[in-house]
């Protein structure tokens, strides 16, 4: 238990570190998107000021999942708090699905009222801060993986994909921006639908991540295989007669059968089957418990 503790403290001081990281990029970038955007004349920019901005409050949304998720087990919750996170990254789907329809009802509406006025061709200004977004953002998107599949964060994994749709968004702002200086203004306009298409699809591949691990997913065949052949080499086991597992948040839960000598004695089986959970639990670290039941050798030959 008490490893357990102090992995869920080490986990939430990195994960909230990279968390303060992230809004500090993001508030500083969004200011000065929005700033290129409205002086530099391109809707493209403003809406991709809109995006960044929406991932200043993503990421507190995923600090505070990330705190109650790690929380030890109570009376109340005795399984832990893991799937908590996995709330967190629907509400930042939910949150990038409505980043994503606003701005393309944005750029649709700037679209049908072109004919009433001509469109202002953006300047240099929101062009370089796209330059600016697309290097910082991708950064930032590689910075969040990293430590996300360290930490196997759903929700920091989630706020990663939150960096790499702004960089997508700002990579639309700049081919719509540099389009319409071109002597194709409805670039602009256009691009904002590029993003929403974007923004959109970022936020169905992070509802259906935390939806699968709500539902008890099982593990990989590949993971599974790798945990039967380590329980097959355990002394005293003759074979797997059932292996399940499940995802439960960022952690994971085994059931295992086995086969074994109808004579061992009741010391013998427990120690077989503690040895089990501990070998499951040293060679797969994000597995958090391993039930192991015996079954007699001969109930099995019986059968076949």
Not at 164 to 181: F, P
Not at 283 to 291: I, S
Request: with cysteine; hydrophobic share 45%; net charge negative.
């Amino acid at each position: 238990m008490l490893e357990e503790n102090r992995r869920g403290h080490d986990r939430e001081k990195v994960a909230t570190r990279v968390s303060v990281l992230s809004i500090l990029v993001n508030v500083v970038l969004s200011v000065g998107k929005l700033a290129a955007g409205i002086l530099g004349h391109s809707v493209a920019m403003v809406s991709d000021a809109v995006h960044s901005a929406s991932d200043v409050f993503a990421t507190f949304i995923v600090i505070i999942g990330i705190r109650v998720s790690s929380k030890q087990s109570d009376e109340e919750h005795q399984y832990g708090h893991e799937r908590l996170e996995c709330v967190a990254s629907i509400i930042l789907a939910t949150i990038l699905a409505l980043t994503g329809l606003a701005i393309g009802s944005a750029g649709v509406e700037q679209i049908l009222h072109s004919g009433e006025s001509p469109l202002a061709m953006p300047t240099l200004l929101p062009l370089a801060a796209a330059v600016v977004s697309i290097v910082t953002k991708e950064l930032m998107y590689w910075y969040t993986r990293h430590y996300a599949l360290s930490l196997h964060s759903d929700a920091l994994m989630a706020d990663a994909w939150h960096h790499r749709s702004d960089a997508l968004s700002s990579v639309g702002s700049l081919i719509g921006i540099a389009g319409a200086r071109m002597g194709f203004p409805l670039l602009d306009p256009l691009a904002s639908l590029v993003i929403c298409v974007l923004i959109l699809k970022a936020a169905y591949d992070i509802f259906k991540g935390a939806i699968d691990k709500m539902v008890d997913r099982s593990c990989t065949p590949e993971l599974e295989a790798e945990m039967k052949d380590l329980i097959e080499r355990v002394p005293g086991v003759d074979h797997v007669d059932l292996l399940r597992t499940r995802l439960f948040g960022n952690r994971i839960y085994v059931d295992v059968e086995i086969s074994a000598d109808d004579n061992l004695t009741l010391l013998a089986s427990h120690r077989i089957a503690e040895q089990i959970h501990r070998e499951i639990e040293i060679h797969f670290p994000d597995v958090k418990h391993c039930m192991v039941h015996m079954n007699p050798l001969s109930e099995w030959k019986h059968h076949f």
